[in-house]
């Protein structure tokens, strides 16, 4: 059983930083693919980004691309989101998620979240 616990989340203008983090605990992180999706207030969940373990492979949201970056530290037990150029549209509660490599389908892991908030 993998816990997951996200940090980092904050009120920030439009066009600041934020980076948040997720440890993980309860497995072996190495072996898991790692994810961040986010839902904001009236909307669905939507993916984020990703991160494989094998490689790594990192794939992005179009809403994100060349703006965030996902990275993981398996040393540590964490996986990070790097948000730059933050933009109102990108508040949201964000999760973080994970998946056993080559035999999960879907996240099946889950953290409670944190609220990232960016004013205009």
């Known amino acids: 059983q993998v816990q997951l616990v996200e940090s980092g989340g904050g009120l920030v203008q439009a066009g600041d930083s934020l980076r948040l983090s997720c440890a993980a605990s309860?497995?072996?992180?190495?072996?898991?693919?790692l994810a961040w999706f986010r839902q904001a207030p009236g909307k669905e969940r939507e993916f984020v980004a990703g991160?494989?373990?094998?490689?790594?492979?990192?794939s992005y949201a179009d809403s994100v691309k060349g703006r965030f970056t996902i990275s993981r530290d398996n040393a540590a037990n964490t996986v990070y989101l790097q948000m730059n150029s933050l933009k109102p549209e990108d508040t949201a509660v964000y999760y973080c998620?994970?998946?056993?490599?080559?035999?999960?389908?879907?996240?099946?892991?889950w953290g409670q979240g944190t609220q990232v908030t960016v004013s205009s």
């Open positions: 998620a994970a998946k056993r490599s080559g035999i999960a389908a879907t996240y099946d892991y």
């Open positions: 309860g497995g072996t992180f190495r072996y898991y693919d």
């Open positions: 991160i494989t373990w094998r490689g790594p492979i990192t």
